[in-house]
């Protein structure tokens, strides 16, 4: 009998991810990746504008009560909930303000975050 204080094994994702399953899984799964590699990608970019700026970066760290502000992935969350409906998020309208002072800063564009 095991001990119940060992840790689980992993398992396979695709137990947890049955629609993913078969050809039309592996369709799904080839129209997701690049979906999801841009949306890495932007992230990654945003984290970078604003570690480039000091004071950013502070502000950053009230606005998420961190103690370091490298320690933020560049996630913003969603407008909208899992039914689409608009949702206020103070966190949310806080870090739009944030990223529209960095690009000011930067003189470039504003980002797209809607």
Not at 39 to 59: D, G, M, N, P, Y
């Amino acid at each position: 009998m095991a001990r119940r204080d060992t840790p689980r094994t992993a398992t396979s994702v695709w137990v947890e991810m049955p629609f993913m399953r078969g050809p039309v899984g592996a369709q799904r799964l080839r129209e997701w990746l690049p979906v999801l590699r841009d949306i890495r990608a932007k992230t990654a970019a945003r984290r970078q504008r604003v570690l480039a700026h000091e004071w950013a970066c502070k502000r950053l760290c009230l606005i998420l009560d961190i103690k370091e502000a490298r320690h933020w992935n560049g996630y913003i969350p969603p407008a909208t909930d899992d039914r689409d409906k608009a949702r206020r998020n103070p966190t949310r309208e806080d870090l739009i303000a944030l990223l529209k002072e960095v690009a000011a800063a930067d003189q470039g564009e504003p980002e797209e975050l809607a």
